[in-house]
Every structure is written in C-alpha cells, then in structure tokens.
Nanobody
Framework: QVQLVESGGGSVQPGGSLRDTCEAS????????IGWFRQAPGKEREGISC????????YYVDSVKGRFTISRDRDKNMVYLQMDNLGPEDTAVYYC???????????????????????WGRGTLVTVSS
C-alpha cells in the first residue's frame, strides 16, 4: 500500500518561510503526479499546487502563485513545497496526495481536485501568526 508522509510544518511569523516535504514508501514519487492540498480550520480541503511526473508541468492556485514553489528531488524520492512570504491566511494542515496513476502512455499532467486523489498523507500543520 502506498504511504505518503508529510513533514516540515511548524510555526512562523508573517513574512516567514517554511518548506514542507512529502516522502513515500513503496513507490517512486517521480512516476506520479503529486499534489499539495491544505485545510484551514472550519474550511474545506483545497488544492494549491501540483507537479506532473517527470516535472513536465506544475500548477499553482492564484492565492499561492509567486510565493510557493513545488519541486522534486528524485534522488531522495521527495517532493517539496517551498512556502515564502507566509501570511495568517496560510495557516492550515498541509497534505500531499497522488491519484496513483503512473500510466506512462498518458500525457503528463496534474490535478488539484481533492476527489481525484487516491492516496493521502496525514498532513503537517503550518501556523502563521505574530
């Protein structure tokens, strides 16, 4: 069974930075599109960024565009979410997920629709406050 594990969350002041990490057991993350999602208190889970297999493409929602960067480290089998210029509105539990579709015949792409994800990590909490 695919297991994803997030780490790197914590508390930071507004304007600060954090880097979340997504690790996997039993799969090579490079073969799959990976998405980052977050869920703030009292709100629904939302997709914020994703990266296709092979890094052909990536996507960001407007609220994080220019501040967050998604990337891969193939050697370490990790996917990162670098978060800069954080604000209180970024406070949430952050999750990585994948739809588990590693079909190499399909054009690489990614999605941030939570309902299309098959495997989820347990999340890491990011708190931004002064």
């Amino acid at each position: 069974q695919v297991q994803l594990v997030e780490s790197g969350g914590g508390s930071v002041q507004p304007g600060g930075s954090l880097r979340d990490t997504c690790e996997a057991s039993r799969i090579s993350l490079d073969l799959y599109a990976i998405g980052w999602f977050r869920q703030a208190p009292g709100k629904e889970r939302e997709g914020i960024s994703c990266i296709s297999r092979g890094e052909y493409s990536s996507y960001y929602v407007d609220s994080v565009k220019g501040r967050f960067t998604i990337s891969r480290d193939r050697d370490k089998n990790m996917v990162y979410l670098q978060m800069d210029n954080l604000g209180p509105e970024d406070t949430a539990v952050y999750y990585c997920a994948t739809d588990g579709n590693g079909d190499p015949t399909q054009v690489p792409g990614c999605t941030i629709v939570p309902g299309r994800m098959e495997y989820w990590g347990r999340g890491t909490l990011v708190t931004v406050s002064s």
